[in-house]
């Protein structure tokens, strides 16, 4: 079992920056896959990126160009860079792990407890 935990969540004025963490209990399987997931209350959860376990990166269009997700070398470490960050970015942010296949936006198998991004306007 592998357990996943995010931090770097926070209040931050549209237009600023956050980046958020993840780390996981063990090392993962070289092959893993690891996705960042929102979901802003009353809404549904949505894919926000993902990024192979050979760097290959994919993004929702709506953040496209404003956060960046990488990897440590290590592979069990996932950040999500955020700048120009817009009120419609609120949300509570998940990490999740899963194996190659579930790359880009599949049925990831580890999900963390998620941290919180509020933007102010």
């Known amino acids: 079992q592998v357990q996943l935990a995010e931090s770097g969540g926070g209040l931050v004025q549209a237009g600023g920056s956050l980046r958020l963490s993840c780390a996981a209990s063990?090392?993962?399987?070289?092959?893993?896959?690891m996705a960042w997931f929102r979901q802003a209350p009353g809404k549904k959860r949505e894919f926000v990126a993902a990024i192979s376990w050979n760097g290959g990166t994919y993004y929702a269009d709506s953040v496209k160009g404003r956060f960046t997700i990488s990897r440590a070398s290590a592979k069990d470490t996932v950040y999500l860079q955020m700048n120009s960050l817009k009120p419609e970015d609120t949300a509570n942010y998940y990490c999740t792990l899963g194996s190659s296949s579930d790359y880009p936006t599949g049925q990831y198998d580890y999900w963390g407890q998620g941290t919180q991004v509020t933007v102010s306007s």
């Open positions: 063990r090392r993962t399987f070289y092959t893993s896959a």
